[in-house]
T-cell receptor, first 112, second 107 residues
Framework: GAGVSQSPSNKVTEKGKDVELRCDPI?????LYWYRQSLGQGLEFLIY????????KSGLPSDRFSAERTGGSVSTLTIQRTQQEDSAVYLC??????????FGPGTRLTVL | AQRVTQPEKLLSVFKGAPVELKCNYSYSGSPELFWYVQYSRQRLQLLLR??SRESIKGFTADLNKGETSFHLKKPFAQEEDSAMYYCALRRGNKLVFGAGTILRVKS
């Protein structure tokens, strides 16, 4: 079946602009995760959604970052007033509860 | 704090040579550990998990609680093993990743 999809694959923006990144999880997966992959930094957890529970936002680096998940499926990660240090690959993953996480191809964000 | 350390940024070996990718962790309790791999231009994917005690693509990893390590090993490297490898630790609902090691297998 279809895996996790993300859009856009690449996004170039100017410092100070807002961006939205989209994730479509695997159908039936109740858990959805966002991670950030920076050069030399590995993968950094950002936020976790599970069903209708309140999301775990403990990894969001600042209040410029927010995410929502509509209808228990598609998720959008929003970064407001982007800064150059926000440049990274943003990865989405989904899973059944506490099971293997399946990753999307990522969105490469470049802030000029 | 729970942490995963991969001390090598790059490991370069010749085809047919043994490979060991190092991973050390800090965790109070019973850890659940994983190795993920990302081949060139492909998405990150699970390679193996310690609770499965399986061998995938010839790779194995043994959890050593005394040394708090979960090193990834393969007796004979192949060129198609060249990739980025991440060690990860489950902490609640999320994964804590190491910085990753690039494995380069030379012919």
């Amino acid at each position: 079946g279809a895996g996790v999809s993300q859009s856009p694959s690449n996004k170039v923006t100017e410092k100070g602009k807002d961006v939205e990144l989209r994730c479509d999880p695997i159908s039936g997966h109740t858990a959805l995760y966002w991670y950030r992959q920076s050069l030399g930094q590995g993968l950094e957890f950002l936020i976790y959604f599970q069903g209708n529970s309140a999301p775990d936002k403990s990894g969001l680096p600042s209040d410029r970052f927010s995410a929502e998940r509509t209808g228990g499926s598609v998720s959008t990660l929003t970064i407001q007033r982007t800064q150059q240090e926000d440049s990274a690959v943003y990865l989405c993953a989904s899973s059944l509860v506490a099971d293997t996480q399946y990753f999307g191809p990522g969105t490469r964000l470049t802030v000029l | 704090a729970q942490r995963v350390t991969q001390p090598e940024k790059l490991l370069s070996v010749f085809k047919g040579a043994p490979v060991e990718l190092k991973c050390n962790y800090s965790y109070s309790g019973s850890p659940e550990l994983f190795w993920y791999v990302q081949y060139s231009r492909q998405r990150l994917q699970l390679l193996l998990r310690h609770i499965s005690r399986e061998s995938i693509k010839g790779f194995t990893a043994d959890l050593n609680k005394g040394e708090t390590s979960f090193h990834l090993k393969k007796p004979f490297a192949q060129e198609e093993d060249s990739a980025m490898y991440y060690c990860a630790l489950r902490r609640g609902n999320k994964l804590v990743f190491g910085a990753g090691t690039i494995l380069r297998v030379k012919s």
